[in-house]
């Protein structure tokens, strides 16, 4: 029942029967697989995947990556239960290598991101350090391009 989970996340708009016709199982089945896996909360939402750069909405996303001391007992789930309360952060992932957490974070500007690491993430017990790192463009994300007209590239070379 795996694909019919991969074609939601290609496009959760597809319906039961257009998924039923894709995997060759019949709508019941996919309405009865559906339901079970968000009873399970392995569907966990539907989300719609915007462009951003192309609305009059201005904001900013970081990739910030943070050092902790995990906690005895806990490790490192109570501070990422902290970290992860707060509205600003978008996603955040346990890491192997040189950081222990990636948080990313989107706010209305450069000096929000900052007043959030520095007044909200930064002091939380635990943390030893942050690096944040600001996402200048997004070319590719959740397996779809983001792709630039040719119209406005040409006009960017000569501006």
Not at 52 to 67: G, P
């Amino acid at each position: 029942m795996t694909d019919i989970l991969k074609l939601l996340e290609e496009d959760s708009r597809y319906t039961p029967a257009q998924i039923a016709a894709m995997t060759g199982k019949t709508e019941d089945e996919v309405k009865k697989a559906i339901s079970e896996y968000e009873n399970a909360s392995v569907i966990n939402g539907y989300t719609a995947l915007i462009d951003w750069d192309k609305t009059e909405v201005e904001s900013v996303t970081a990739f910030i990556e943070v050092k902790i001391t995990p906690q005895r007992d806990d490790g490192f789930d109570r501070i990422a239960e902290r970290i992860y309360q707060y509205n600003e952060v978008e996603s955040l992932y346990l890491m192997s290598g040189a950081f222990d957490f990636a948080v990313i974070v989107t706010g209305k500007s450069l000096r929000e991101v900052s007043q959030f690491v520095s007044l909200k993430l930064a002091p939380i017990d635990g943390v030893i350090s942050t690096a944040t790192h600001f996402i200048m463009k997004r070319y590719k994300d959740k397996h779809r391009a983001f792709l630039v007209e040719k119209e406005q590239e040409e006009r960017l070379l000569f501006v």
